[in-house]
Structures are given as C-alpha cells and as structure tokens.
C-alpha cells in the first residue's frame, strides 16, 4: 500500500489540513469497515466469510466513541458527520447483531 503524497514542510497550511482531514477519514472508514466485517455485514477480506464477534465490534465502537469524545470542537462539520454516520451505521448493525445472536441461542 502506498502512502498518499504528504504536503511538503513549505506547503500551504490549506494542504496540510487537507491532508489531515484525508487521513482522519481514511481512519475512521478503515475502523467503520472492520466493525461491520465483524458484525456480519460484510465478507472478511481474506477469508471471503461472514463472521460475527460482538466482543471486538464493541470495542471498536467503544474507539470510534472515545474519539469522538476527544475530537469534540476540533472537526471541520465534513469530518464530524462522518464519525457521527459511522457510529450510528455501527450501532445499528450491532444491535441487529446482536438481536440475531441472541435469537440463535
């Protein structure tokens, strides 16, 4: 995988928080994409099965949470409503997760 063009040290302070807000998304769609993988959602990349594990999903949505938490005040509105989409689109699958889960046992 390839890193993305970093703005150089002389660049604008414009590229730079374009870069950061780049890698902020990557991040939170790269944990988003995991959490539903775990919750079944999605086939596991290397395996091409569904899976569920409610215990690793929590916890990533714990992480997404605390994040949002200690970001609270210092997101651009575009970054903010994707944490905030990500969290609900999460929580919701866990709940439905969590419902069929609960309905097999």
Known sequence: MTAPNRPSASGS????????????????????NMGLTLLGKSPHPETGTKMVDLD?????????????????GNLDPREEQLLNDSL?????????????????H
């Open 13 to 32: 302070s414009s590229e730079s928080r374009d870069y950061r807000s780049a890698l902020f998304a990557s991040l939170i769609l790269q944990q988003t």
């Open 56 to 72: 690793s999903a929590k916890l990533i949505i714990d992480q997404l949470e605390m994040l949002a938490a200690k970001t609270r």
């Open 88 to 104: 609900a689109g999460l929580r919701m699958a866990y709940v439905e997760a969590a419902g069929a889960t609960s309905q097999t």
